[in-house]
């Protein structure tokens, strides 16, 4: 009899889980998809860049900098469950992408030009210190696990090092899944929620720009022109508005640790990206395959965090070249907004309930703002930079403009509509005059081309 009622107690509970997880992911939804609306406004009306006249290196500077330094707490909490599996990864990742760099393995290789098969020499170690990190740390963890070497009790940190932590994730995972929009249900949309997921956009529309240039940095590519950061802001609004109606309880936005993977595997291609986006879909059609990857033990996780985070930051850092650091009035405005960047969220932290105007909602959105250390630097940094007086030299805005250019802004220019066009033959567009009045598209005028013509002839003759 005592079983019978421990069974209906269970079964009741499961039913009571699944109605508030309906009741929740409805109210997330619906505030999801609509904050999207106000990300993709702010895109594709230009909104975005029109604020970038007033952002030079020394606002991209500690924005980047803090996407970094800010997930230092991530890294240190995931890593720490297993300190040795850590450095181990960490390790390979050291010894793949800066030790072996240059190193180059004979691989089998196929080509109509070469007369088919051939043995060719590719940058393994390079392109892939990732991956490989990943699968050498695996192993290691999963011999490790087999010898009995890692707790089997779940409240002790270093079980997360076990391979079979997270099993029931691969056991309870279909072979295969497609998920469709309004799967658990109609959207629900309340004043509360959208206020509160709205601040999150602000946040994370602020991080995307200087994820932008950080990539920009890393890919070797010229700083990204206002209609490609106002096309980027858009599509991730788009993005954020699917996410939202297929319900997967999140948005999208420009990630972190991607950026940092550029700047590990020195791969920055388009097509690459093109690619792994396609492998994403697959993997998520296919909820085993997802499920292994779920199952990557933390501590190897940490210690990618602790690599990519690092690289985020040493990238923000690296945008001061193109400002004189040697003058007080730029050591206090960098110095300040990342001090201050830490600071207050922080304090945030410590005092969830510090804002109270009397409106919730208001409270809500400027909360999380203040909680964000990316949004609270650029916030400083753009105010200090633009009030406080100096020259265009000073503030590093003429090099950085030219930046990756090599004699004058016919060459930056060109450069940049080769590297930021409309993909799959879409540049087709910008030779409309259409295209002049929408801030998301590149324009090409009869008189530009005409100029780009005469720098690229220039600069071949030069060579």
Known sequence: MREVRLTVCCKTSRR??????????????????????????????????FLLR??????????????????????????????????????????????????????????????????????????????????????????????????????IP??????????????????????????WGTPTVSAAGVFGMLAGVLASIIESVGEYFACARLSGAPPPPKHAINRGIGVEGIGCLLTGAFGSGNGTTTYSVNTGAIGITKVGSL?????????MIVVGLLGKVGAVFVSIPDPIVGGIYM????????????????????????????GFSIVFGLALPHYMEQHPNAIETGVSEIDQIVTVLFKTSMAVGCIVALILDNTIPGTIEERGLKAWRQHLSDHSDEQFQTASIKVYDLPFGLNRISNYKVAKYLPFLPYNDEEHERTLDAVEMNTVSSK
């Open 54 to 155: 007033f952002i030079g290196p020394l606002t991209v500077a500690p924005t980047v900098t803090l996407v970094g330094v800010a997930l230092f707490r991530l890294a240190a909490d995931t890593a720490g469950n297993h300190w040795g599996i850590s450095m181990t990864t960490i390790v390979l990742i050291a010894l793949f992408s800066q030790y072996l760099s240059n190193v180059k393995i004979p691989l089998p290789g196929y080509s109509k030009n070469k007369g088919g098969c051939y043995v060719g020499r590719y940058p393994f170690f390079r392109l892939f210190p990732i991956i490989l990190a990943i699968v050498a740390s695996w192993i290691i963890c999963a011999i490790i696990t087999a010898a009995g070497g890692f707790p089997s009790d779940p409240s």
């Open 16 to 49: 009571f889980c699944l109605v508030y997880f309906c009741l929740l992911i409805h109210q997330i939804q619906g505030a999801i998809m609509v904050s999207s609306l106000f990300q993709i406004m702010i895109g594709f009306t230009g909104l975005i860049g």
């Open 271 to 279: 097509r690459v990206i093109q690619f792994a986006a396609l492998v």
């Open 158 to 183: 270093q079980y997360m090092a076990r391979t079979d932590a997270r099993i029931s994730v691969l056991k309870e995972a279909k072979w295969f899944r497609v998920p469709y929009p309004g799967q």
């Open 307 to 334: 690599v990519m985070f690092g690289m985020i930051a040493a990238v923000g850092i690296s945008n001061l070249q193109f400002a004189d650091m040697n003058s007080s009035r730029n050591l206090f405005i960098v």
